[in-house]
């Protein structure tokens, strides 16, 4: 929010109860997914870059880092990344099962190193304002 003023901010900081947030959680679970489906897709696009990965690898890789998405949505997402070129996918057997696994083209890694960029500017200025507030 980068045109909000002191007062505004104020205001909605004192908002912030308990049950307030879990309002807001409750009802903005879609906004809350849009907000980490980048995330989810960079990180995606790193492993299919750095190992390959197969659907429900990913779908276990993504619950270790606390997210909780499922097959309805990580192979469409796979099969869009593939139709945009960003992966190209190969059947491999992986502990005796046949999986369609996907990798990173040169095209999802030229992406992927601009996604990098772009997270790595994100953090450190997310950071930096927390090393300000609590130095
Ligand atoms: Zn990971």
């Given amino acids: 929010m980068l045109s909000v003023s ?10 912030e109860s308990p049950s307030f947030y879990n309002r807001v959680m409750k009802t903005a679970g879609t906004g ?5 489906s980048g995330l989810i897709r960079i990180h995606v696009l790193h492993h299919a870059c750095e190992e390959g990965i197969f659907g429900l690898g990913m779908i ?3 619950r270790r880092h606390g997210y909780r ?3 309805g949505t990580i ?10 070129g960003l992966v ?19 095209a999802g890694r030229r992406v992927l190193a601009e996604a990098k960029k ?16 609590h130095p």
């Fill in 118 to 133: 772009k997270v790595r500017e994100l953090a450190n200025e997310i950071f930096e304002h927390d090393r300000k507030k």
């Fill in 60 to 62: 276990q890789e993504l």
């Fill in 88 to 106: 190209r996918s190969s059947f491999a057997w992986i502990s005796g099962r046949r999986r369609k696994v996907y990798y990173g083209t040169r």
């Fill in 69 to 71: 998405i499922g097959p």
């Fill in 6 to 15: 002191d007062k505004d901010t104020t205001s909605f900081a004192s908002e």
């Fill in 32 to 36: 809350i997914k849009d907000l980490y």
């Fill in 75 to 84: 192979y469409p997402l796979l099969h869009g990344m593939e139709s945009r």
